[in-house]
């Protein structure tokens, strides 16, 4: 099994709003084993998992890690890494791409959604402006790549463009993190359980677990 198999397995209980003790007899087990599995400390078999993924309708893919989609149409790590490993595979422009873009996007949705319920105007609008920046980096250096597009496009020259932006990404992060260690802006944020989080971000909790997961698998590298 795997780490993301108890994490899950939590979760959607989470999402239902319902005691370990009444899914464990759904699921045919003990209470005590039950919490054994969500906290990682024992691994179920083959016909626990199958169970479990029926009960929350979801496939066991989606149960065990392997894909984003909760259904049977999945797309699998198996393909991902297929398509970030595979030179000209139709994967990396087409699963890879819809993915990556699901995932960024859903993430940005759900901190959005948190700034709304629990912070001021100015912090929204310096992490906005942070997104902003890092979605102008990214396209201006595309746009630059091909010497034929045209010159003059962008007002800030070629020879400052990049020192101007990473500088203004650091300001606009500095704002907002002083804005919102400040007492009357930390209270703000909630606690940020997986109660919490899968009670009023579900459709968007896994895409941000599987970006964190990622990011924090590029730093171990």
């Not at 393909?79 to 960024?104: M, Y």
Request: aromatic share 10%; proline share 2%; charged share 25%.
């Amino acid at each position: 099994m795997n780490d993301n198999f108890p994490r899950l397995l939590s979760l959607l209980r989470s999402e239902r709003g319902i005691s370990q003790k009444e899914v464990s007899g759904k699921l045919g087990v003990s209470q005590a084993v039950l919490s054994h599995y969500e906290n990682g400390a024992r691994e179920p078999g083959l016909d626990f998992v199958v169970k479990a993924a029926d009960y929350y309708s979801v496939s066991a893919d989606f149960l065990l890690g392997r894909t984003m989609s909760r259904d049977d149409h999945a797309i699998s790590l198996g393909d991902l890494e297929k398509a970030s490993e595979t030179e000209d595979n139709v994967l990396k422009g087409s699963v890879l791409l819809t993915l990556n873009k699901r995932l960024i996007m859903a993430s940005i949705s759900l901190i959005f959604d948190i700034l709304s319920k629990s912070a001021g105007s100015e912090v929204i609008s310096n992490i906005s402006d942070y997104f902003k920046i890092t979605i102008y980096k990214v396209f201006r250096f595309l746009y630059g790549v091909n010497t034929k597009n045209m010159e003059g496009f962008f007002k800030t020259p070629d020879y400052s463009w990049e020192n101007i932006s990473d500088a203004q990404l650091k300001v606009c992060e500095a704002k907002y993190k002083d804005l919102m260690v400040r007492p009357e802006e930390r209270e703000k944020i909630p606690e940020m359980t997986n109660e919490y989080l899968s009670k009023n971000h579900s459709t968007m909790l896994s895409a941000l677990l599987n970006v964190l997961h990622s990011v924090s698998k590029m730093f171990e590298k």
